[in-house]
């Protein structure tokens, strides 16, 4: 019997999968953080030498004259990178202001078959999308794979779930391609839920959570760390967007029912200049300091040096800058939204927040570092979310997709399959 041969009489089990990646939400040059838990999740998956992939991952269509201020030069994205020996394509789609919540599915699904039909014209075959983000990826990144009769997968990953649906158009959209597509992933057991809500079978949705990279971040000289960042008081750090919905205002206020305690701001958005005069007018602007966008590795040295993390956004899926913290071995003070419950899950994490504002916070805060807290048992913590679980989760969901379509194709004595499906 030939290799082959008992690769199928063994369901592929050894076989390595051929995977499409599709997604808006992944690094690219004039945003290098952005989708970067993708991209991590993709990593880990390839490591396991049990998967090669592609990746195309759409950027907005923007004129070149006009600078998009939360992302850059889009225009400047070339149209294929690479990562780690993956290769990136970058096609435009476009997006119009205030319609394009109903328009974007069809300019996104345009950008996907485009690339798709010159990737399968060179050669290429696949055995399964990979989709991220359920609208409008996923519900485009589905009936990509409906045509080219590829298996899909597609994971839902926080606002797509949490919030979009609460729009009727989005929702039938979102609905139809979770009944469409093949495999469903959620990153937390709370958008499971809410999944579930919105009327879609539990046993069809299987929870992946994100992981941490412990290599990357881990505890370091802690002392070392402060003095490079010039840090003689108690510093809070605060990571993200600098966007409303991810609560650094608040972060700002809650610093004038701490004195002697500084803020770190790490992260870039249209919200800068109003939080620079947040702070100027709640008397705090000598406090906070703004780091921009940071690479991971400077990020891990900011997470070593800092006395606790604070993230008070109102929705999160899976904030990976929780576990990133506590990896390197800094608690967190969390708001207890969607996830987040299901990452600050013991004292040796930190601590929630009951509702979001500066008293809360404040509190909160006084209340962690008044305890004492145990740097390595935090680090302890976070050990228990290494990529390993994730990683094969997606194996075993990735391989029994792709067996129950052979299967199905082989029981109807179907015609060969169409061009893109092996």
């Known amino acids: 019997m030939s290799a082959l041969a008992r690769q199928e009489a063994s369901g592929g089990a050894d076989r390595v999968l051929s995977v499409l990646t599709v997604t808006t939400l992944f690094p690219n040059a004039a945003m290098p953080q952005h989708g970067a838990f993708v991209a991590a999740r993709l990593d880990k998956l390839l490591d396991s030498r049990s998967v090669q992939a592609e990746v195309i991952a759409p950027v907005p269509w923007i004129p070149p004259l006009v600078r998009y201020a939360p992302a850059g030069r889009l225009d400047l994205v070339p149209r294929l990178t690479a990562r780690n020996g993956t290769k990136i394509w970058h096609p435009r789609y476009l997006v119009v202001p205030k319609i394009g919540m109903t328009l974007t599915p069809r300019t996104l699904y345009g950008a996907f078959r485009r690339t798709l039909e010159r990737l399968l014209a060179a050669g290429r075959r696949y055995d399964l999308i990979d989709a991220h983000y359920f609208y409008p990826d996923g519900v485009a990144a589905v009936r990509l794979a409906r045509e080219f009769a590829i298996p899909v997968v597609v994971t839902a990953r926080g606002t797509d779930v949490s919030l979009i649906p609460d729009f009727a158009g989005?929702?039938?959209?979102?609905?139809?391609?979770?009944a469409k597509a093949d495999g469903l992933v959620t990153v937390c057991q709370a958008l499971k839920d809410r999944l579930v809500e919105l009327g879609v079978a539990a046993e069809r949705v299987t929870v992946l959570r994100n992981g941490v990279d412990l290599d990357l971040f881990k505890p370091i000289d802690r002392e070392q760390a402060r003095k490079g960042l010039g840090l003689t008081r108690t510093t809070l750090l605060s990571v993200g967007w600098l966007i409303p919905r991810k609560g650094h205002d608040h972060v700002i206020r809650a610093l004038r029912l701490l004195p002697d305690t500084d803020l770190?701001?790490?992260?870039?958005?249209?919200?800068?200049?109003?939080?620079?005069?947040?702070?100027?007018?709640?008397?705090?602007?000598?406090?906070?300091?703004?780091?921009?966008?940071?690479?991971?590795?400077?990020?891990a040295k900011v997470y070593g040096a800092a006395d606790a993390l604070v993230l008070a956004s109102s929705r999160e899926g899976w904030a990976n800058v929780l576990l990133e913290s506590m990896a390197c071995g800094t608690p967190v003070v969390a708001s207890a939204v969607w996830g987040t419950p299901e990452v600050v899950a013991e004292p040796a994490a930190g601590m929630l927040i009951p509702r979001i504002d500066a008293e809360a916070i404040a509190a909160a805060v006084r209340k962690?570092?008044?305890?004492?807290?145990?740097?390595?048992?935090?680090?302890?913590?976070?050990?228990?979310?290494?990529?390993?679980?994730?990683t094969k989760g997606q194996l075993d969901l990735f391989r029994s997709v792709v067996s129950r379509r052979r299967s199905r194709a082989s029981s109807a004595d179907a015609d060969p399959p169409p061009l893109g499906q092996l």
């Not at 770190?264 to 705090?284: D, F, Q």
């Open 170 to 178: 989005p929702r039938r959209m979102i609905l139809d391609a979770a």
């Open 368 to 390: 962690l570092l008044e305890a004492g807290h145990d740097r390595a048992a935090t680090r302890r913590y976070a050990e228990r979310f290494s990529w390993d679980a994730t």
């Open 264 to 299: 770190l701001i790490a992260g870039t958005g249209p919200e800068h200049a109003y939080l620079e005069m947040l702070a100027k007018h709640s008397g705090v602007a000598d406090r906070v300091r703004f780091l921009g966008t940071l690479s991971a590795t400077e990020l």
